[in-house]
């Protein structure tokens, strides 16, 4: 099965530091193993969703935030079976490689891709797309047999970044705020259904979810933005799996204790 699982969905600093929603990351298995912005606790919940952090391929960060880059080096270190072996893939934006000791890039190959620049892992085409207003850094286009994911990171709303997102079968979108919020740094609600509503994915998921996010209800906000685009939207969860090719979803909330 090629599917994408949310170790975490939570954004901004207070939802992190509560852990109101984790703060993990984003692991894609297409037979190739990547795992996408590990922030605080991914290794923890690497565990706890039952993903086998040394089968990992890639760890690839998009910007120099915490909530992306804060367990980049436990992954590698759990990817490379300790920094035995020097394996995998580290992807990182330009601004967030220097949070990244030498040491841990010595254990990986490292990328440093431009926006518009092209990376493989293994049998998958990345594409590092641009970000508008948020740090210089990158998203995240993944060609694969079972269609295009697309990935947003944090970006404020530009039209310029549609080009990048079309033709996704899957398109994920970090959306901080709810309609009532606006920042130019970031998305909300309303800047979601514009983009949405324009790429028309197959699904369109949205995540990365802020305290007035969560205060709102992000259920509600993705059924705002499916009805205003047509659009099939959901609300991540933590522990959610989505099946890339059926896009069927599965949830797994497991307890920390006995895994
Ligand atoms: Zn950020």
Request: aromatic fraction near 8%.
């Given at each position: 099965?090629?599917?994408?699982?949310?170790l975490?969905?939570?954004?901004?600093?207070?939802?992190?530091?509560?852990?109101?929603?984790?703060?993990?990351?984003?692991?894609?298995d297409?037979?190739?193993?990547?795992?996408?912005?590990?922030g605080?606790g991914?290794?923890?919940?690497?565990?706890?969703?039952?993903?086998?952090?040394?089968?990992?391929?890639?760890?690839?960060?998009s910007?120099?935030?915490?909530d992306?880059?804060?367990?980049?080096?436990?992954?590698?270190?759990?990817?490379?079976?300790?920094?035995?072996?020097?394996?995998?893939?580290?992807?990182?934006?330009?601004?967030?490689?220097?949070?990244?000791?030498?040491?841990?890039?010595?254990?990986?190959?490292?990328?440093?891709?431009?926006?518009?620049?092209?990376?493989?892992?293994?049998?998958?085409?990345?594409?590092?797309?641009?970000?508008?207003?948020?740090?210089?850094?990158?998203?995240?286009?993944?060609?694969?047999?079972?269609?295009v994911l697309?990935?947003?990171?944090?970006?404020?709303?530009?039209?310029?970044?549609?080009y990048?997102?079309?033709?996704s079968?899957?398109?994920?979108?970090?959306?901080?705020?709810?309609?009532?919020?606006?920042?130019?740094?970031?998305?909300?609600?309303?800047?979601?259904?514009?983009?949405?509503g324009?790429?028309?994915?197959?699904l369109?998921?949205?995540?990365?979810?802020?305290?007035?996010?969560?205060?709102?209800?992000?259920?509600?906000?993705?059924?705002?933005?499916?009805?205003?685009?047509?659009?099939?939207?959901?609300?991540?969860?933590?522990?959610?799996t989505?099946?890339?090719?059926?896009?069927?979803t599965?949830?797994?909330?497991?307890?920390?204790s006995?895994?």
């Amino acid at each position: 099965m090629h599917s994408l699982t949310f170790l975490g969905t939570g954004g901004g600093r207070f939802v992190l530091l509560s852990q109101r929603r984790y703060s993990g990351g984003i692991w894609l298995d297409f037979g190739t193993k990547i795992l996408l912005d590990p922030g605080p606790g991914a290794l923890v919940r690497a565990h706890q969703f039952k993903k086998k952090p040394q089968e990992l391929d890639a760890v690839l960060v998009s910007h120099k935030h915490l909530d992306h880059y804060n367990d980049a080096e436990v992954m590698i270190e759990a990817m490379t079976y300790g920094t035995k072996k020097k394996k995998g893939i580290l992807a990182i934006n330009k601004n967030a490689l220097e949070y990244i000791s030498e040491y841990h890039q010595k254990a990986v190959t490292v990328i440093v891709p431009k926006p518009g620049e092209v990376f493989t892992v293994e049998n998958i085409k990345v594409k590092a797309l641009p970000t508008f207003k948020h740090e210089e850094g990158i998203g995240f286009r993944f060609i694969t047999e079972a269609g295009v994911l697309t990935y947003s990171s944090d970006t404020g709303y530009s039209e310029k970044l549609i080009y990048g997102y079309k033709d996704s079968k899957i398109l994920l979108l970090n959306v901080i705020f709810p309609r009532t919020k606006a920042l130019e740094s970031h998305l909300n609600t309303e800047d979601a259904a514009r983009i949405i509503g324009d790429v028309k994915p197959e699904l369109a998921i949205i995540q990365h979810f802020g305290t007035a996010m969560l205060n709102a209800g992000p259920e509600k906000e993705a059924a705002f933005i499916e009805e205003k685009t047509g659009v099939k939207t959901m609300a991540a969860r933590d522990g959610m799996t989505v099946d890339v090719e059926t896009l069927r979803t599965e949830e797994r909330q497991l307890r920390l204790s006995g895994f």
